[in-house]
């Protein structure tokens, strides 16, 4: 049974405006030390290869995932989330800087853009423990709509 041509168009915008139902596909965890990019005042070399390290430890990482998994992630929208793995909180801007590397190497693993205008949401979050109990890293989880 068809219905009137404007609420076809009302249901079909409406779909449109509706949340993604995302679907997990991969969850890595990386052992990485992340810090406060921000409020560090280490020389710029140190900070150059803090990065570096991030980089290749989530790129490695990401490279052992299954090539099924990357299939389900190409061309479709994306929502990482990106949880850090640390001693102490940090705030929201600061977080967000410190999982800088991280999120580049994502990106570069999805080959795309991790600007605003890209497929990929970005989410972080944060979870404190204390030293002895867990080693610094960050989970990285990988959804797709």
């Known amino acids: 049974m068809t219905g009137c041509p404007r609420c076809v168009a009302l249901e079909a915008e409406l779909a449109r405006l ?4 995302w679907r997990p596909v991969a969850e890595v965890l990386v052992e990485v030390a992340t810090v406060s990019e921000a409020n560090s005042r280490d020389h710029h070399h140190t900070r150059a290869a803090r990065v570096r390290r991030q980089r290749e ?3 490695s990482r990401l ?22 793995l640390g001693a102490k909180s940090l705030d929201d801007d600061n977080l967000t800087g410190a999982l800088k590397g991280v999120r580049d190497a994502v990106a570069a ?8 205008s890209g497929p990929v949401t970005w989410v972080y979050g944060q979870e404190a423990h204390r030293r002895w109990a867990l080693r610094p890293g960050v989970r990285i989880t990988l959804e797709a709509a």
């Open 109 to 116: 693993w999805l080959g795309c853009d991790d600007g605003p």
């Open 18 to 21: 509706r949340p993604p139902a």
């Open 57 to 59: 430890a989530v790129t």
């Open 63 to 84: 490279e052992s995932l299954h090539p099924e998994d990357r299939y389900h992630l190409a061309a479709r929208r994306v929502r990482c989330t990106l949880t850090r």
